[in-house]
């Protein structure tokens, strides 16, 4: 159990890759707060307390502020601290042409994907502090580090993640606190059931692993980064992607090289 008595809050623990991560908390004995949808919150609470876990919803909006600042207050409130956090709610939002693009679609974009993430970082790191420890995995994506032709202002979004997060880490670094990013590729989750065979096999395919991966495989790494397993582990970006980012770069360093092969005979 290697998270055992510890209090871990998980934003976007209503489905997909949150509310895996908040079961596998649970699983390893922390104590886990969760939430926006009613509905889905309380079916995570549901599921973490079937497994014999402890768990609270809190419903809040990480775009606001007094929201974020609640739910960090309502889990130190109930359980006495806060060691863990997993930022993870996210959106990918539209993503027609740059030109086409909205005002209103870069505002939802970055609010919840970049302001959602800092503040809650805000507040539960100021809460570690008070504790001299804690651990946070914020979620980016393999568009943190990569970009995706089609997905202009999500990709931007991650990227700043990325960047927050080394930011952060650097300066809390010496108070105890360990901040990380996990970046997943595509997964299992119920937008990718959604789609269309012909999408699933093309993105099947971006994967050298040859395959999507699920939520749980994402979990796991999240469990690592937020264990202690991981202290010497520091504004690390850890890809969980069967390879993709990785084969991006070796395909292009093979297009270098054969450009290069090319232009000496
Ligand atoms: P998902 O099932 O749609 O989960 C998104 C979560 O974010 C939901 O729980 C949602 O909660 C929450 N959320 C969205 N806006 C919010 C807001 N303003 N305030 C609070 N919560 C909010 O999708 P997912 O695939 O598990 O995504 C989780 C994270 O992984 C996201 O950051 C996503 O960008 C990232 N990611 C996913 C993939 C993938 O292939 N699935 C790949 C790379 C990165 P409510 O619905 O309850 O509001």
Not at 157 to 169: C, D, I
Not at 257 to 265: E, N, S
Request: glycine share 10%; hydrophobic share 45%; with cysteine.
């Amino acid at each position: 159990m290697i998270l055992q008595n510890k209090v871990a809050l998980v934003t976007g623990g209503t489905s997909g890759i949150g509310r895996v991560t908040a079961i596998a908390y649970a699983q390893q004995e922390a104590k886990v707060v969760v939430g926006r949808r009613m509905d889905e919150g309380e079916e995570t609470v549901r599921l973490i307390q079937e497994a014999g876990g402890e768990a609270i919803f809190v419903q809040a909006d990480v775009t606001k502020e007094a929201d974020v600042k609640a739910m960090v207050d309502k889990a130190v409130s109930v359980f006495g601290r806060l060691d863990i956090a997993f930022n993870n709610a996210g959106t990918v939002g539209e993503n027609p042409s740059l030109i086409e693009q909205t005002e209103a679609e870069y505002d939802r974009t970055m609010n919840v994907n970049v302001k959602g993430v800092w503040l809650s970082m805000k507040y539960e790191i100021a809460q570690m502090l008070k504790q001299g420890s804690g651990s946070l995995v914020n979620t980016a994506s393999g568009l943190g580090v990569v970009a995706s032709p089609s997905q202009p202002l999500y990709t931007a979004s991650k990227h700043a993640v990325v960047g927050l997060t080394k930011a952060a880490a650097l300066q809390y670094a010496k108070a105890g606190i360990r901040i990380n990013v996990v970046a997943p590729g595509s997964i299992k989750t119920d937008m990718f059931e959604a789609a269309t065979d012909e999408v699933k096999a093309y993105l099947a395919g971006l994967h050298p692993i040859g395959r999507v991966g699920t939520p749980l495989e994402v979990a796991n790494a999240v469990l690592f980064l937020s264990s202690d397993m991981a202290s010497f582990v520091i504004g690390e970006t850890l890809m969980v992607d069967g390879g993709s980012v990785c084969s991006a770069v070796v395909d292009r360093q093979c297009e270098m090289f054969d450009t290069a092969l090319q232009a000496t005979h």
